[in-house]
């Protein structure tokens, strides 16, 4: 993990000499949130993911790139796949955050496909955590939505249908949107009402 905190440092001082005066104030923030996650402690990972998320959206597609690009998105999918004793409210954060970061953003949904975590959040759909299996529906779907190769890997997960069926089941009432029904149509495996 150390190793490639620093990685993300040395490519961000790469990318850092591109920057121009009116649009580096959310990759400076980025690049900032680098120093906490390589020596905060679960909260302040878990605080600092969820940052990485909101400037993720307000600085778009400069910040996707650079979060794409430079390594960090691999650490926020190291703590999805293999979340060891980190806490799941760390592993549900890196999937809230990873959300945002791969939202209308090709090239990391791309990479996160390549990086296997389709098939994970495919998997975590059966967590005993109502708020991960959700976290994971709505990942899901920014990575499927207008991606055919994504929604190949997601049905390629054994007994992806009989997952979404029971996850559709869970209490959706503050999303707004059930995602695990979403996705069953997106991926035409239920009948559209």
């Not at 961000?12 to 121009?20: D, E, S």
């Not at 878990?46 to 996707?64: D, H, M």
């Not at 939202?103 to 990391?108: A, T, V």
């Not at 967590?127 to 779907?141: A, K, M, N, T, V």
């Amino acid at each position: 993990q150390e190793s490639m905190t620093e990685n993300v440092e040395e490519n961000y001082v790469v990318v850092g000499q591109n920057l121009k005066p009116n649009d580096d104030f959310y990759l400076r923030d980025a690049i900032g949130l680098c120093h906490r996650l390589k020596t905060g402690k679960v909260k302040e990972k878990a605080e600092s993911f969820l940052e990485l998320a909101q400037l993720s959206f307000l600085g778009g597609e400069p910040v996707q790139n650079l979060i794409g690009d430079s390594g960090l998105l691999q650490i926020l999918v190291d703590h999805i796949h293999n979340p060891g004793e980190q806490s799941k409210e760390l592993r549900q954060k890196s999937i809230e955050a990873v959300s945002i970061i791969c939202l209308n953003h090709r090239g990391n949904q791309d990479k996160l496909r390549d990086m296997g975590l389709v098939a994970t959040l495919g998997n975590l759909l059966s967590d005993s955590s109502e708020p991960i299996r959700q976290w994971s529906c709505l990942c899901l779907f920014y990575l499927l939505v207008n991606n055919a190769a994504n929604q190949g890997a997601l049905l390629s997960v054994p007994d992806i249908k009989e997952k979404l069926e029971t996850v559709q089941k869970d209490n959706w009432e503050v999303w707004g949107y059930n995602d695990a029904l979403e996705l069953l149509k997106m991926l035409d495996l239920v009948t559209w009402e």
